[in-house]
């Protein structure tokens, strides 16, 4: 008799079970074309979205209900702790140099030549909003990335590992470059005592999260263990991750740096006073396999087709995801390796710009740089850059050599 | 860099973290006192709600957000999903009659002895507004006892499958009710086809589920099955808990009773296709584990304490809670059993109101006829009903001889 007084879980119900399914089916579908899951499960959130254009717009608003938001807000979190689980630390710091020489370069390049090129692109453009457009080039988003490794078994190669360490890194110079950008466009100038502030608090809680962590998770995990109930293994799990990403963000930073932070930290070992023979990865893949479809058909979801009816952003928008490319695959040659490896994995695997890109184009269009013309074509480029890569670093992982890859 | 566009997801984050450690803190301490669970996770629900009387407040927005309220929501429904998957078909069908007379007992005694003695203890109230009353102790909810009976691995006895059968034919018998006294509290009369159509909904429902259902469940889990993606086990299993939760809320029952059907329908032998020697209680357990203690730990904070406060409503609160205690118990006593049964477990088990209780009140608020002290009353009275069944279900379970619980 609950629906007297509006069940507010109702509509969350319906919005669930039209996500799991149509993931689902994406997924059957993509795998059908030996294809990773999340392309899948993108093509299937578009398809959703853009059921507008056929007049049926029944589903639109799952996107918009708030619940779904936020599950999908931790299906990205629980996603990115899954992947800094099965990343081991020393194994990370093993490619530390490679990582960080990637996210320079996944930041210059994208940078300089987002700069020049849209100043060519589009004549007209202000100093100022070509320096935005080479900003927003510079943001990379890790989960698309992170998932297509995972549905393949790829995140423990040297290539995963340094992307993904680049992409924390990332993190923590897109700060700093929206901090610049905005303050240069605002007041003209840069306050350096700010981003000094911003990059230690950053960088201090990266390493306070990996140096100290490493001590505090053991004993941590292990006072949990004392409280013998049901399910205290994956509460444990669950407390660190929400907790690291609560606290990432409270520095700054975004919330799955900090999962992903805390996931590195913890090891199996830590896990042992729980007397289980189950991994902690065992333990939190049903949350994931709720949780992250959520955040992909989401993502594909708000993807609106009618960005691309428009030829001359399309064309604008077309030549700058060329650059937008080009600009992040150079990473993949910005470091030298003793091993042999796939550097183009490496630079398609920093490809997507995803939210982080349209969260520097929000920031430029409200302190009016960016006008409606440049946002519709960043979501162009963001879409792109998104979409393509899944497919591209799915040939590029089956097409290597068996031996080298499992 | 999300925080730029203020996350919405660290509220919650932070939310989860303080939840999920409270109950397992809250459930450790209810352990080292030989009580199940969840009267620890209501307990430290209360302390958390409460910490206002402390003039610390820096939780209660927690039991607002709207995000935490429907995790609530959805771990209650997964909590009788989870019930409904232990219990047979069969064996819930072999204890038909007996649920039956349960229900019926369980909502003809609380009515009539509400009645009257409402008026005794209140000798001012209008005669509709007894009968509002009456209708409140009818009530059952029965997220508290199934979760009790999960906790002390009791879901599989002869008294928790009566008791469950009798929260199904309860919530059908209070939308009858609830549409009986607030059509005549309005009009002064009945629709006797208004009732003919909500009946016949709603027992619709629960024959299709259970019948027919059965016979769906095997093929379409079968196709489901087909599919060979990660995963597609569980999300099988959540589409159909989602599904049947939502469809009943669709003919106006609750969404639990709805999951609880599903959960019932599904067996064991349904999920072989998956080739897989994992049960479906092992794939749904650690969604249960992550959801399950929200509900509980809101439960408890909803609780205001200052409610008892005032000495002549917790008087008249205290009285109605005996009422509503007696009026329930007498369930255990109105039926024939071939074989030996404890039937205070039964009585009690049928105790708690939980927030159906509070609807009725809502509903009767809205339409005047219980006004703000009834409402306080009612409040008291769920409270205790909720509160005093764990501690006392707990005893009785674990003071019967060992062979014939275990």
Redo the contacts between chains.
């Keep these: ?5 509006h ?4 509509p ?3 919005a ?2 039209v996500i ?2 149509s ?3 994406g ?2 579908v993509a ?1 059908y074309f030996n294809q990773p ?1 999340v392309l899948g499960e993108l093509t299937a959130g578009i398809i959703l979205g853009n059921l507008t254009l056929l007049n049926y717009n029944n589903f639109s608003h799952i996107a918009h209900n ?2 779904i ?3 999908s ?2 299906g990205v ?1 629980i996603l990115l702790f899954e992947v800094g689980l099965e990343s081991k630390i020393d194994e990370m710091l093993a490619v530390g140099v490679q990582s960080f020489l990637v996210a320079i370069a996944g930041v210059v390049t994208p940078f300089a030549i987002g700069y020049y090129a849209s100043g060519i692109i589009l004549p007209d453009l202000a100093e100022i909003s070509k320096v935005f457009m080479g900003a927003i080039l510079t943001a990379t988003s890790v989960g698309i990335t992170a998932r297509v490794f995972k549905d393949l078994n790829y995140t423990k190669q040297k290539e995963a590992r340094i992307v993904l360490g680049a992409a924390v890194i990332d ?1 923590i110079l ?2 700093i470059i ?1 901090a610049i950008v905005a303050g240069v466009a605002q007041t003209g100038s840069v306050e350096a005592s700010n981003i000094a502030i911003i990059s230690t608090k950053a960088i201090g809680f990266v390493v306070i999260a990996l140096f100290l962590g490493k001590v505090f998770a053991k004993t941590t995990v292990k006072t ?1 263990s004392l ?6 293994m ?2 444990t799990m ?2 660190f991750c ?2 690291g ?2 606290l990432a ?1 409270q520095v ?4 799955i740096v900090g999962a992903f932070a805390i996931g590195l930290v913890l090891e199996d070992v830590h896990f042992e006073p729980f007397k289980d023979r189950s991994t902690p990865e065992d ?1 939190i ?6 949780l992250v ?1 959520i955040f992909f058909i989401l993502t594909g979801m708000q993807v609106d087709l009618t960005v691309f009816a428009n030829p001359s952003i399309l064309v604008a928008a077309l030549l700058l995801t060329s650059v937008a490319i080009v600009g992040k695959l150079i990473c993949g040659w910005c470091f030298t390796s003793g091993t042999k490896i796939n550097r183009a994995i490496i630079g398609f695997g920093m490809v997507p710009r995803g ?2 890109g349209l ?1 520097f184009a ?2 430029g269009k409200s302190i009016g740089v960016v006008d409606d013309r440049l946002y519709a074509i960043t979501v162009i480029v963001v879409i792109l850059t998104t979409l393509i890569p899944p497919p591209v670093l799915n040939f590029l992982i089956k097409s290597q050599p068996k031996e080298e890859y499992l």
Tied chains: 1, 2.
């Design positions: 008799m609950e629906n007297l007084h069940d507010p879980v109702v969350v119900l319906f669930l079970v799991l399914l993931a689902k089916i997924g059957a795998s899951d708030h619940t938001e936020i599950l807000g931790l979190i993190d897109g700060l929206l949990f409280l013998k109930l049901p399910g205290m994956l509460s669950l407390i929400f907790f990403a609560y963000d700054g930073l975004a919330t333990y893949r049903p949350i994931a396999y709720f479809p939210e982080v969260i929000t920031v």
